[in-house]
């Protein structure tokens, strides 16, 4: 059964601008929607946290923060955050939505990473924690359900501060701790803090599991797993994984040190050396075996079965974790992956080889004098990771203009002049070419035309016409074209399928009980040509009280519209407000706000700040409040209408 029919959100308009279209996913904290920004007529990922949350005003305090804080954070590899609000209890985060799968989707297919493949998505995760620990901020749940694989293969991460937030909230007292536990570190598990190097033990256990396709703990208890990780030490890729390079089990070996004083001191520092592991991995060395029935190397590719030969890992929710019962828990050693064998690397042998590296420079210098070195091989590594790494190495580096790659992704290098291995003088130049990844086109703006005329306009600008659906409209006049998908000034792919939506006609407003004036206002702002007549009615005077063509009924643009307004009953009736001596005891009048023209979100939360009751009724869906009725006193209670 799909549990998404009785979902109530489905097909909502959450605070007057985000239309709720299907759910993607829905976790231990939050459900996350694919909703439409009516507003701008964009794509987006809703995160709807749950009710229990949502009630707790230290976690929506928080919440808001820390929202603030993401959408200051700018990066390729972090999934921006545009907004923030609540709406009827839901509070709720407007992010980018990238399509594609999770690294936890791509872990369950196909399995183990070979450890070119395992750092270059790394890489670009590191590459986000990095900018995050710059600017003062700790993810604190790095693991594979919170990286994401777009469809063109970005790495992006998502969800910075969410577990933050949850900390403040009422929930969460002293004695527990969030978080997942397959990645928290030991000193989130014995004192409930996490900080910049509490995020390079999480990538550092995510390294270990795209290496071996298994987590360093599995098939535990919550409880025990903990006990492991303040008690054990996270075993070598190489004692699952024989093959695994000796530079990445000490990328792997240095992040996840129980000691946080002898990880990496951030993900910058945990960055650079990745990318010098990756920089002496061969190029051309032979990739690792893949477990039975995995597929090539692409980390999106589909396989055909789940691959075998791996534990497949377990799900790996947010969750709120008591801290005593963690901490008290046995050790279990079922199923732990064996201990690597042989000796391990000392620190003597460590400083050892930096020296004998050093004599061994030192000699070769002697010889060439010193004057030339090779150019390193930078193809495919991000840009600015590229730049950083060839000066570090002593050359000047120039960007060269972006070409376009149907393979690689934007922003990282396509070639280097001179190219890889080539020998130069110790100060030349480097050229750094990146690519603009695949030729994109900008969707035309086909709005308002026919579906023929769209549909050659699609073509001409080397695009593919898509399904066409329809819808009615308050706007536009039938088979004409509202909106298209994706969106119209996106940029896609060469050749991209756009999806056209017609009107299915032009459908006259509801204008019944707004003023007469705004009624009328209104019509004509639409291209109505609208005509009033008065009639005596026990109604609100200045009320439309009828209209014709009726309201919903399909017309034409620049339609005659006959609106009825009541003038009010003959006898000298009175609203109760309007007349001071019929004013029950205990009432007060007070004056109505005027929130024409201002957002739906403001509008609601003046009005109610008043005291009065507010009806919304869309007719207009531009997010902001076109009439109000009714306008000047009332008692406090009264209920007040807005339309937008």
């Known amino acids: 059964m799909d549990t998404t029919v009785a979902d109530p959100l489905l097909g909502r308009l959450l605070d007057g601008r985000y239309r709720v279209e299907s759910r993607i996913a829905r976790g231990g904290m939050a459900a996350v929607y694919l909703a439409l920004d009516v507003r701008l007529d964009r794509t987006v990922a809703l995160k709807v946290m749950h009710p229990s949350l949502a009630e707790d005003p230290d976690f929506v305090r928080r919440f808001i923060g820390e929202a603030k804080s993401v959408a200051s954070l700018s990066h390729p590899n972090v999934v921006h955050v545009f907004d923030q609000g609540t709406d009827a209890g839901n509070v709720y985060l407007s992010m980018e939505y990238v399509p594609g799968r999770t690294l936890r989707d791509v872990l369950r297919r196909r399995g183990r990473f070979p450890a070119r493949e395992a750092l270059e998505i790394l890489i670009p995760v590191l590459a986000a924690l990095g900018a995050a620990h710059q600017a003062g901020m700790v993810h604190r749940d790095v693991k594979p359900e919170n990286v994401l694989l777009t469809d063109d293969g970005r790495v992006k ?12 909230g009422n929930q969460t007292k002293t004695g527990v ?7 928290m570190s030991p000193e989130q598990v014995t ?3 996490a900080d910049a190097r509490s995020d390079v033990y999480a ?5 270990f599991e795209l290496l071996t396709g298994q987590q360093p703990y599995l098939g535990e208890s919550p409880m025990s797993v903990a006990y492991r990780h303040v008690h054990d030490r996270v075993p070598a890729p190489s004692a699952i994984v024989p093959d695994t390079p000796q530079a990445l089990d000490t990328l792997v070996l240095s992040a996840t040190d129980r000691a946080p004083d002898r990880r990496p001191a951030d993900a910058t520092a945990m960055l650079v050396a990745a990318v010098e592991a990756h920089r002496g991995l061969p190029r ?13 190397p692409s980390i999106l590719r589909e396989p055909g079965v789940t691959p075998g030969g791996n534990a497949v890992p377990p799900a790996n929710p947010t969750l709120v974790h008591s801290r005593t019962e963690m901490m008290t828990a046995p050790p279990a050693t079922a199923g732990a992956p064996a201990r690597r064998r042989g000796p391990r690397p000392t620190w003597f042998i460590v400083a050892l080889a930096v020296l004998m590296i050093g004599a061994i420079a030192g000699t070769g210098w002697w010889f060439s004098e010193g004057r030339y070195t090779k150019v390193p091989d930078l193809l495919g590594l991000n840009i600015a990771i590229a730049k950083a790494e060839a000066k570090k190495q002593g050359f000047e580096v120039k960007i060269g203009t972006a070409e376009h790659d149907d393979k690689l992704a934007e922003d990282k290098v396509l070639r280097t002049d001179p190219e890889p291995g080539k020998e130069v003088l110790n100060d030349a130049v480097i050229t750094l070419i990146p690519s603009s990844g695949p ?43 509202m909106r298209t998908n994706p969106q119209v000034g996106a ?15 032009l459908l006259m407003p509801d204008v019944s009980d707004m003023q007469c004036d705004q009624a009328d206002a209104f019509l004509r702002q639409k291209g109505f040509n609208p005509t009033v007549v008065q009639q005596t009615d026990n109604a609100q005077p200045n009320t439309i009280i009828a209209q014709v063509p009726a309201a919903r009924a399909e017309v034409t643009a620049g339609q005659a519209v006959q609106l009825t307004c009541s003038k009010g009953p003959d006898t000298g009736f009175h609203w109760p407000w309007e007349d001071p001596n019929n004013v029950q ?12 023209f201002k957002k739906v979100t403001d509008a609601l939360g003046e009005l109610r700040a008043a005291g009065f009751k507010v009806r919304v009724r869309r007719i207009a869906g531009t997010g902001a409040v076109v009439a109000e009725n009714p306008l000047g006193q009332a008692p406090a209670g009264t209920r007040v209408t807005i339309w937008h």
Do not use: C, H
Not at 450 to 461: L, M, P, V, Y
Not at 497 to 504: C, I
Not at 585 to 596: E, K, M, N, S
């Open 203 to 207: 990538a550092g256990v995510l390294l």
């Open 284 to 296: 051309d060395m032979a990739p690792q075996r893949p477990p039975t029935g995995a597929t090539s």
């Open 585 to 596: 005891p205990g009432q007060t009048l007070v004056a109505i706000p005027d929130v024409r």
């Open 157 to 168: 991460v998502v969800d910075f501060g969410l577990a933050r937030a949850i900390e403040a």
């Open 191 to 193: 004192a409930g803090v």
């Open 439 to 481: 030729v994109k086109i900008a969707v035309p703006n086909v709005l308002n035309l026919s579906q023929g005329d769209a549909q050659a306009k699609i073509s001409d600008a080397g695009l593919t016409p898509g399904s066409v659906s329809r819808v009615p409209s308050d706007t536009v006049q039938r088979g004409l074209v």
């Open 491 to 505: 940029k896609v792919r060469e050749g991209s399928r756009v999806q056209l939506v017609l009107s299915a006609g």
């Open 177 to 183: 701790m969030i978080g997942t536990i397959a990645y």
